[in-house]
């Protein structure tokens, strides 16, 4: 069949893709099949690798990231993102509010009588994530930056446009008013707690190191050559400034046909305009008690926000007055960033050990003298791999600084007794160059931070092994918690997953730390588990890189496990959330022998019986969804989830309602709807389908 030439076959597919992506997420009326749809992105997708030179940041792939960039370019900015000062507690802002003033004064700018105070503030809570520039182009996202060192930023325009919350234009003729030549944004990447909890349980399940904080996370998300990386990472935007805007930036307020006479104008306008501005977190007008007790307001509540947060930035609302305290060493006079107390403590370092993870990875492990920080007690931090030990010189017996943020691991930041130089101290660790466990030899691939035991049979990985192969999200088999697969493993009644399915009632119920009704119990739980979805089957492998999303995902598109085992690279990277590096991992699992023995051993006499994975659709079924509130996910996003899961959107509280999702600052709906016995959930419960609705 013939369809003309790419060039006018490109064009025809992105006007029909635009088209229906208009008809589906702006009408909420889809006109073909979603999987009609995707064979039209598919089909566009292939005819643009085949022709780079045809090739248009406007495209509709473009949303959902491209090939992987060799390196960042560069961004030189003509105006610098300048960093903040900080301050800690009441007194260090009441000194900023001096500051201010005395400055003021000294330029002759007074709130005279009648006239509003000059330094009016507004406050903004502070998320530690990313700082990035998103450049708008003629109402068009053109490239997006991190700070780097404010004035050069590595350009990661392609993953920015994998972000859902990264508006790709700027809407023409909407009440929001002219759209600038030239617009740059700035804001900060993060990710919600959650999520990133979520993030590094499965790398930890994984075998890969654990991201140390959220911030980490976002930057590393953001950081990132294969764009499909960052768009599996559920990363979100809150915009709080602007950098340059024509015409405009070299005219003093109002800005030619800008209205922008303080920061709040800014900020309102950059949320008529589309932008994700965390306007919860924001107040204003504020003298510097208000500023106090936004403060004081802010760190109390913080631990219930889901996203977190180190602090306020506390900025002086006019721009005019902005202007004329200008900036000292690459920080503006007029803003800074007010600082909680973090969660940190003091310890001594009793022991450094390693633990051995699921792939091999070797993590160094502090075992600490037992300290209390914000009511958890703390005996064990991670020192995450060789290089961060070298680099903070810990060693036993040192005294150190740890920190524990949010749910992650707590970490030790510092050694005092390094920075001390204090006497006699004990000699620097190592990480053995055999698996203390197992006895094989301890590899460090190049590129990579984590060592490795290269023992394909060692103890420690398969108990892990076979942790995360009984799962719950894997072939959840209950009551076989760690004690008691370390003791199946020792006993010799388990080496490897299908030895499971051999296990008879006798030897169980003699184990010492089973009784006869455990040893029931568990009997049957195996026995439940015989029929496993291919995409449990598939994640309870517990292949590098293949985590309980994507198991689902190949599950779906293969059919079967063999059609999974005999797949291509190629076939494999068809999959749109597969990279190059996954396509190997999974490659690699199936052809080495310890691979292909596990799951031929699985299979061989009906051991297991694996259904086929059910289809995405259907888990909303039948049931209808309202939301209110600011949610995450953009409204049309969650739509679509909805519509894809074969559920329906309504617009308005009433009896057909099933669930009310609830984002943040939710309206009057919540009431009406609990006096309707409506049920209401979280987005996160909504997104993962945990409120009894789901599959
Ligand atoms: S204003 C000159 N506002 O904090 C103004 N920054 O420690 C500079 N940040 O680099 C930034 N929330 O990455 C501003 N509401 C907010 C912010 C914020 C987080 C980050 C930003 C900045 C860093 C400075």
């Not at 490109?10 to 229906?20: A, F, N, P, T, V």
Request: glycine share 10%; proline share 6%.
């Amino acid at each position: 069949m013939t369809r003309g030439s790419p060039r006018s076959r490109i064009r025809e597919l992105r006007r029909q893709i635009r088209y229906h992506n208009d008809r589906y997420y702006r009408d909420d009326a889809p006109v073909i099949p979603d999987a009609e749809y995707d064979a039209l992105f598919r089909e566009l997708a292939r005819l643009e690798e085949a022709h780079p030179e045809l090739f248009d940041p406007d495209s509709p792939t473009q949303r959902v990231g491209a090939e992987p960039v060799e390196s960042f370019g560069t961004v030189v900015r003509e105006l610098p993102m300048l960093s903040l000062q900080n301050a800690f507690g009441e007194e260090e802002l009441r000194e900023f509010d001096a500051r201010v003033r005395r400055h003021l004064e000294s330029r002759g700018v007074a709130g005279g009588r009648g006239r509003k105070d000059p330094c009016a503030y507004t406050a903004e809570v502070k998320i530690d994530g990313l700082a990035v520039e998103l450049t708008y182009e003629k109402g068009s996202f053109v490239r997006g930056a991190t700070r780097g060192d404010g004035v050069r930023g590595e350009d990661v325009t392609a993953n920015l446009k994998t972000i859902p919350d990264v508006p790709l234009a700027i809407p023409r003729n909407s009440s929001a008013g002219p759209v600038p030549e030239v617009l740059d944004v700035r804001g900060e990447i993060f990710m919600d707690r959650d999520d990133f909890a979520g993030l590094n349980r499965g790398r930890e399940r994984l075998g890969e190191a654990a991201f140390a904080n959220p911030r980490n996370a976002a930057a590393g998300s953001v950081r990132q050559l294969d764009p499909r990386v960052t768009a599996s990472r559920r990363l979100r935007l809150w915009v709080y400034g602007i950098g340059r805007i024509d015409p405009g930036a070299s005219v003093p307020p109002p800005f030619g046909p800008f209205l922008f006479a303080t920061h709040r104008d800014v900020l309102d306008r950059l949320h008529a305009w589309g932008f994700p501005v965390n306007r919860g977190g924001t107040r204003g007008s504020l003298d510097i008690e208000g500023v106090i007790a936004f403060y004081q307001e802010v760190e109390a509540g913080k631990d219930s926000l889901p996203y977190e947060i180190d602090g306020i930035v506390v900025k002086v609302d006019e721009l005019a007055v902005q202007r004329e305290l200008g900036e000292v060493a690459r920080s503006p006079r007029w803003a800074i960033a007010a600082k909680f107390s973090p969660d940190r403590a003091e310890t001594t370092v009793e022991e450094i050990v390693v633990s051995v993870g699921r792939t091999g990875t070797i993590t160094p492990v502090a075992i600490l003298s037992p300290v209390t920080v914000r009511g958890v007690k703390v005996r064990r931090a991670t020192l995450h791999n060789q290089d961060n030990v070298d680099a903070k010189d810990i060693r036993v017996g040192d005294r150190v600084v740890i920190q524990r943020a949010g749910d992650v691991i707590p970490e030790v930041v510092e050694s005092l007794s390094a920075k001390r130089g204090a006497p006699g101290r004990g000699s620097p660790f190592r990480i053995p160059d055999r698996c203390p466990i197992c006895g094989s030899a301890v590899t460090r691939a190049a590129g990579e931070a984590a060592h490795r035991c290269t023992g394909t049979d060692c103890v420690a990985r398969r108990k892990e092994s076979l942790r995360h192969f009984v799962s719950k999200n894997a072939m959840d088999i209950d009551g076989l918690g760690p004690k008691v697969l370390s003791a199946l493993v020792d006993e010799g009644l388990v080496a490897e997953p299908a030895d499971l399915y051999r296990l008879e009632r006798e030897p169980l119920a003699g184990l010492d730390r089973l009784g006869a009704k455990s040893a029931d119990n568990l009997v049957r739980a195996v026995e439940r588990s015989r029929t496993p979805t291919l995409g449990r089957f598939l994640f309870a492998l517990g292949i590098p890189h293949v985590g309980e999303h994507l198991s689902g995902v190949l599950a779906r598109r293969f059919g079967t496990i063999g059609a999974i085992r005999a797949a291509t690279p190629e076939e494999l990277s068809a999959v749109h959330e597969v990279g190059p590096e996954v396509a190997r991992s999974i490659r690699d699992y199936f052809e080495s022998a310890e691979g292909r023995r596990t799951v031929d051993h699985l299979l061989e006499n009906g051991t297991l019986a694996i259904r086929p994975e059910p289809p995405a659709e259907g888990v909303f079924a039948g049931k209808t969804f309202l939301f209110t509130g600011t949610l995450g996910l953009p409204r049309a996003k969650a739509k679509e989830i909805v519509r894809r899961g074969g559920g329906t959107v309504a617009t308005a509280v009433s009896r057909r309602v099933d669930y009310l999702v609830a984002g943040e600052n939710p309206g009057s709906k919540i009431a009406k709807a609990k006096e309707m016995g409506i049920r209401v959930i979280s987005e996160r419960e909504f997104l993962e389908g945990e409120f009894g609705g789901g599959a």
